[in-house]
């Protein structure tokens, strides 16, 4: 049977890979130690989805970038079907559905030294998203080193090639949210994501200050 990482077991238990390591500590996944090394059998995973509290199936990537377009005021090409159940599911406010909008890219973390995070976050390929883009909504948080960002699936490989990104690193600072090219919903040239997106990101931290921001950025809308 495969085993997984720390990396690998965040990206599929959509947490971050500090999240991971302290289940492991407090007995919350079971783990074994190989070397510096903490390896997770996929069993251990699926135990741990069991017993999360139900939060409803994550809608489509295609539902839940409409529910984010209306939110950030855009006019998304939908059917009069899909525009009335993207904004009935709106109308439950975004901190009400921000698990449920998971679905809209995978999260991936990489090691990447602070010095290449300017690069990163001026690269056309990528959306500045969560932490960086607190500046572009003036957003009141202070963050620490760090990067975040969309990026289209297609463009991943060589992103991760081109700025030396390590996606097995025991202390992961950047998380690019991988999205899908046949749902990629950001403009040509687009530098940081909109406020409803930026928003849900925030919402997603493990951070309460994170959080706090979140809800203060999505209740603007």
């Given at each position: 049977?495969?085993?997984?990482?720390?990396?690998?077991?965040?990206?599929?238990?959509?947490?971050?890979?500090?999240?991971?390591r302290q289940?492991?500590?407090?007995?919350?996944?079971?783990?074994?130690?190989?070397?510096?090394?903490?390896?997770?059998?996929?069993?251990?995973?699926?135990?741990?989805?069991?017993?999360?509290?139900?939060?409803?199936?994550?809608?489509?990537?295609?539902?839940?970038?409409?529910?984010?377009?209306?939110?950030?005021?855009?006019?998304p090409d939908?059917?009069?079907?899909?525009?009335?159940?993207?904004?009935?599911?709106?109308?439950?406010?975004?901190?009400?559905?921000?698990?449920?909008?998971?679905?809209?890219?995978?999260?991936?973390?990489?090691?990447?030294?602070?010095?290449?995070?300017?690069?990163?976050?001026?690269?056309?390929?990528?959306?500045?998203?969560?932490?960086?883009?607190?500046?572009?909504?003036?957003?009141?948080?202070?963050?620490?080193?760090?990067?975040?960002?969309?990026?289209?699936?297609?463009?991943?490989?060589?992103?991760?090639?081109?700025?030396?990104?390590?996606?097995?690193?025991?202390?992961?600072?950047?998380?690019?949210?991988?999205?899908?090219?046949?749902?990629?919903?950001?403009?040509?040239?687009?530098?940081?994501?909109?406020?409803?997106?930026?928003?849900?990101?925030?919402?997603?931290?493990?951070?309460?200050?994170?959080?706090?921001?979140?809800?203060?950025?999505?209740?603007?809308?």
């Amino acid at each position: 049977m495969s085993v997984l990482g720390v990396a690998e077991a965040a990206a599929e238990l959509r947490v971050s890979p500090r999240r991971v390591r302290q289940m492991l500590a407090d007995g919350g996944l079971a783990g074994e130690r190989v070397g510096r090394v903490w390896v997770i059998e996929p069993e251990q995973l699926r135990r741990v989805e069991r017993h999360r509290p139900a939060v409803g199936r994550p809608w489509s990537p295609v539902s839940a970038w409409a529910v984010l377009a209306l939110a950030g005021g855009e006019d998304p090409d939908l059917s009069p079907v899909e525009r009335s159940r993207a904004r009935k599911r709106l109308a439950q406010g975004l901190e009400g559905v921000v698990g449920r909008l998971a679905s809209r890219a995978d999260r991936r973390w990489f090691y990447a030294h602070p010095g290449v995070f300017d690069r990163l976050a001026d690269d056309p390929e990528v959306v500045r998203a969560g932490i960086s883009a607190v500046a572009d909504h003036e957003v009141d948080l202070v963050v620490g080193d760090g990067f975040e960002g969309y990026v289209s699936a297609s463009n991943l490989d060589e992103l991760v090639e081109r700025f030396g990104l390590d996606g097995q690193a025991v202390r992961p600072n950047v998380l690019l949210r991988v999205v899908d090219d046949a749902v990629w919903p950001f403009q040509l040239g687009q530098a940081s994501a909109g406020r409803a997106v930026v928003a849900v990101d925030l919402l997603e931290s493990e951070e309460p200050r994170s959080r706090r921001a979140g809800a203060d950025l999505a209740d603007l809308g």
